[in-house]
Each structure stands twice: as C-alpha cells, then as structure tokens.
C-alpha cells in the first residue's frame, strides 16, 4: 500500500531536462491515473503531428504550471498497455483525467484552446458567483458563459447542474444570486432563470414554465448525464423533453455572433443547428489578413450588425481564415474572397452567383433571404453520389498537397509501388508473349525437317 506514493514521488520529480516540467511517464502511472488531475499527451515518436504539438504542448504546461494539473506525455510504443489502458485510437490524442472521469480532448491544437479546455475543468462543474467581484472575474476569465440565479432546489437548477457536469469542457457555468446577476443584466432580472452572457449583453433561456410543472413522461427518457454533486458523491438526472430543449439552447448560444470558425470547432458549431454564414478568407502565416480580406470580412460583420435581432437565431456567423477547409465543404477550389452558407442539418451548402469580391451588404443581405426564403441554389448533400465524389475530392486534394510539401517524397511513396506494380504485369504478360514466340519457333523448326 506504500508503494504508491513512492512511485508517486518518483514520477512527479522524474522530469526531463530536455522538455522543462513536462512529466515523461510510463506504465508505472496506470495505478496513478485516479490521483489528482492529470493532462496527458499520449504520442507516437513517429508521428508528425506529435511533433508538432510538442513546443504547444511545452507553452501549454508553462501556462498551467500555477494551477493544480499535472501536464505529462507518454510515448505509446515504449509503453503500449498504457495506450490499451486508456483505449487510444490514434494520435497525439490529448486526455484530461480527473478522479474517476476521462475528457477527451477535441479542439484545435493551439495553445489557448488546450489552456482553456483544463481550466475549465479544474473546478467543479458548476461554481458559486457570491459577490460582484467573483462575478466580474468569470466575465474576464471568458466571453462567453452561462449563469443560474436563484433556489438550488428547483427542477430547472437540477437540470442546470446535469447539463453543467456533460458540459463542463466546453463551457463554463455558474450560481449567482439574482441581485448579483441583476446589476450585470440589461433587463430586469428574478429568480430561477438562465442567461448566457455574451457579446457585451445577455440573453434568456426560455422555458415557459416548463421545468416548474411535475414530470409527466418519464418513459421519454433516452439517456442519462452524470452530474458531479461535489467531489464524494454523483447523481443521475434523467434527461426528458425539457432537458432536451435547454441542451438545445446551449449548444446553440454558445458560440460568439461572430467568430472564427476552425476544423476544431466545425463540428461543434454544427450541433447549433444554425446555418452556419462563413466568409471564406485566406491568412498569410502570420496569421494576418491582407486589405481585401479584411473588408471583406468587416462587411459580412456589418450585415450581421444591421439584422442581429431577425438572424441570431437563424444563422451563425463567422469566417474561415483557411480556405482548403471551405474548398473541402464546397468540393471545389473557391475564388477568395467568398461567402459560403453551410446547413448543418442536410450537410448542403449555399454559393452566391454574384462574384463575392465585388458584394454589397445589400446584396448578401438578399442572398440570406433568398437562403431562407428556400429560393437559393442549393449545392453539396448527404447523398450516395455527392459522397463518393465527396471522398474523390478528399484524395485528390491530398495528394496535391502531399506534392506540393515535399514533392521528392511523393513520388518515391507513390512510384516505388507503381514501378513494382508495373514490372509485375510487364513480367506476367511478356512471359506469356514468350511462351507463344517459342511455340512458333518449335513449330517452324519441325515443318522444315519434316520437308527435308
């Protein structure tokens, strides 16, 4: 029973010079896998993408190293039971452990978005606002964040707290008392109510009366959330109807108006069930945009702005600073700047027949109504056919990028298996061509003895 510590000891002071405090474990952390918290990189030495990750993932435990997580990285070829151990499918894949619960990390590998998926789990997933200072710190810990003001005996706050708990790396979640929220709120506030705060204003969650009557339907129940009571005991809240809609709300308020859309938060933005408005734009790799660009972009801005009260809850707006993410939702390479209108629900998408670059906000304000009039070519899909050459598209783009990058290196991986392919059939159809060539010799050679 002694032993655990130690070792427990021995890893924690085990660091490796080379990558600062970042702990290199082994398979001596499974039975340290439910002490504290953990961040874990599990990696191949392999792999590319480690490689990259690796000076993220150095600032990442730089940015952590004040707060109660230990940031480690496990090489699964030394150490493949670990990988069994924690059911690792590919890499990096980048896991969160605290006690007994597992988060898999699933945004873009940036430093900020690795920093904030820990902190918001550091805490419990629900936490208490009690004065107007804690209140003023949760606005500048993040943009966007949702606050329940009043009785923590309600079915709405037990609903909160499940939906909390399933939540709880993606966003943050708070208890304030109503007078508190009150004089953040630009409306008049009372008790029992949930509002998300974001883009400088906040807004309701409206259940309409909803969670004040008794259960009627049970028997509707699909699945359970687990919702952490506090660090010693769980409870389960069934997840009815009416959880169903305040999930909904969540997931559709939980995203700035207008944001930068990455492949890390496409799928995410996709459970709004918004269409989602991208102005499709190109970075240099600074990561800057050139004038063009920029207007572009503050023009779609503008046309958001001028309808915000008719379009919050119809679109979501943003923009792509990597075009070949827009080229691969569109199937085809898209002139830049572009406007691309994606339903989330059909997977079809929407294109202007103007040419983007010369617009107008009148003219993309048309063009939003025509989308949601039903009256705008409609483009893309979910069919059989729109998948295949979906899939034809995905290969043929990555294999000019291949060549593109390191174009030695894909015509050594692509013409070795090519050449033996082809020395094969040469070998098997010449033999053949041989044989025949033989015959005909061995048939000449017996017609002249038998003429002689």
């Known amino acids: 029973m002694q032993s655990i510590p130690l070792v427990y000891i ?27 918290m953990w961040l874990i990189k599990f990696y191949a030495p392999w792999c590319g993408h480690c490689k990259k990750l690796e000076p993220i993932w150095k600032l990442s435990e730089q940015s952590l190293a004040h707060d109660p997580v230990r940031v480690g990285r496990v090489d699964c070829t030394r150490f493949p039971i670990v990988a069994t151990e924690f059911n690792i499918q590919g890499f990096p894949t980048i896991l969160f452990l605290k006690g007994e619960n597992q988060y898999t990390y699933e945004g873009d590998r940036t430093r900020e978005d690795i920093v904030a998926f820990s902190k918001k789990l550091l805490g419990p997933s ?4 009690k004065t107007e200072g804690d209140f003023r710190k949760a606005m500048e ?23 909390a708990a399933a939540h709880q790396q993606y966003d943050f979640f708070y208890h304030a008392p109503p007078e508190i929220v009150q004089k953040f709120s630009d409306v008049s506030h009372k008790k029992n109510v949930i509002r998300v705060f974001k883009d400088g204003t906040s807004h309701k969650f409206e259940d309409n009366g909803a969670f004040e009557d008794p259960p009627k339907a049970e028997s509707l129940t699909m699945e359970k959330y687990k919702a952490e009571e506090d660090e010693k005991e769980s409870v389960f809240v069934t997840l009815d109807p009416r959880n169903v809609s305040l999930v909904s709300w969540v997931n559709s308020e939980r995203f700035p108006l207008f944001m930068k859309v990455t492949r890390g938060k496409l799928n995410h933005l996709m459970l709004s069930k918004k269409l989602l408005v991208m102005a499709v734009l190109e970075e240099n790799r600074i990561g800057e945009l050139s004038e063009e660009m920029l207007e572009f972009k503050e023009m779609i801005k503008l046309v958001l702005e001028r309808n915000l009260h008719r379009y919050r809850s119809i679109f979501q707006f943003g923009w792509i600073g990597s075009p070949e993410l827009a080229n691969s939702v569109a199937m085809e390479t898209l002139s830049l700047p572009n406007l691309l209108v994606l339903n989330v629900s059909s997977y079809q998408h929407h ?11 009148e003219a993309v304000q048309l063009f939003l109504e025509d989308i949601v ?67 005909d010799e061995d048939h000449e050679t017996e017609a002249h003895e038998k003429v002689d």
């Open 10 to 36: 021995f890893i924690c002071l085990s660091i490796h010079a080379a990558y600062g405090k970042v702990l290199e474990l082994s398979d001596r952390f499974i039975p340290l896998k439910h002490e504290g």
């Open 126 to 129: 629900v936490t208490q606002i």
């Open 141 to 163: 810990r993040s943009e966007i964040f949702f606050v329940y003001s009043g009785s923590s005996e309600g079915l709405l706050y037990k609903h909160f707290k499940s939906l």
């Open 351 to 361: 294109l202007p027949d103007d040419d983007p670059s010369f617009m107008t906000p």
């Open 373 to 439: 009039q039903g009256s705008a070519p409609v483009y893309g899909g979910s069919s059989y056919n729109v998948r295949l050459y979906r899939a034809y598209y995905e290969l043929r783009s990555n294999l000019f990028e291949m060549w593109k990058g390191n174009p030695a290196l894909t015509a050594v991986l692509f013409g070795l298996p090519f050449g033996f392919f082809s020395l094969i059939c040469y070998s098997i159809c010449c033999a053949d061509i041989m044989d025949a060539e033989e015959e």
